[in-house]
């Protein structure tokens, strides 16, 4: 069974960078399978931020894709998210998923950023 | 971008009942590419029907989903305990988006 990590900061700096790594156990990170991140607020519901491919293909949310940035590392099973330029509308839960097909079939349990100075 | 408008916004219900939540899409989704989700206080979402009516593993088949096009539908038959929660609509397209959500509440 897949399961997934989300690790990293709870707090960032306005304008600063936020980074978040997804540890993958259970299955490679390097199999046929799509690797995102999500994240949720009271204000925006869930949003999707992006998708990495093994390839090294990514596909991003257009209304981040100009701060945003995911990397794959297969020699630790993981997956990482850059989101440059924060502010305090970036606070939210960051879900960490694998999707096949479309659909977001294993979720890791979440970790919460706050934005604040 | 495709736009997903659930409804109702809070669902008020019985134990034994049966729940009937809406998905209507801005323009046309491929039904391959619309699945639901539930969320319990607390937790991540979990994956229910993909590609508009397949049950994921582990689903009891209480939970059905249907429809095309613009509008689906997630019926929930039976309602138990554990199936008070938030349910989330979602598309795969050129982009990833979801519904707004509808609450299910024991009435």
């Known amino acids: 069974q897949v399961q997934l990590q989300e690790s990293g900061p709870g707090l960032v700096k306005p304008s600063g960078t936020l980074s978040l790594t997804c540890d993958v156990s259970?299955?490679?990170?390097?199999?046929?399978?799509?690797w995102n991140w999500v994240r949720q607020s009271p204000e925006k519901g869930l949003e999707w931020i992006g998708e990495?491919?093994?390839?090294?293909?990514?596909n991003y949310n257009p209304s981040l894709k100009t701060r945003v940035a995911m990397s794959l590392d297969t020699s630790k099973n993981h997956f990482s998210l850059r989101l440059t330029s924060v502010t305090v509308a970036d606070t939210a839960s960051y879900y960490c998923?694998?999707?096949?097909?479309?659909?977001?079939?294993?979720w890791g349990h979440g970790t919460l950023v706050t934005v604040s100075s | 971008e495709i736009v997903l408008t659930q409804s109702p916004g809070t669902l008020s219900l019985s134990p034994g009942e049966r729940a009937t939540l809406s998905c209507r899409a801005s323009q046309s989704v491929r039904s391959s590419y619309l699945n639901w989700y539930q969320q319990r206080p607390g937790q991540a979402p979990r994956l229910l029907i993909y590609g508009a009516s397949s049950r994921a593993t582990g689903i009891p088949d209480r939970f059905s989903g249907s429809g095309s096009g613009t509008d689906f539908t997630l019926t929930i038959n039976r309602l138990e305990s554990g199936d008070f929660a938030v349910y989330y609509c979602?598309?795969?397209?050129?982009?990833?988006?979801f519904g707004q959500g509808t609450r299910l509440e024991i009435k």
């Open positions: 990495i491919h093994p390839s090294g293909v990514t």
């Open positions: 259970g299955g490679s990170i390097s199999s046929s399978h799509w």
């Open positions: 979602q598309q795969y397209g050129s982009t990833i988006t």
């Open positions: 998923a694998r999707s096949s097909s479309g659909y977001l079939n294993h």
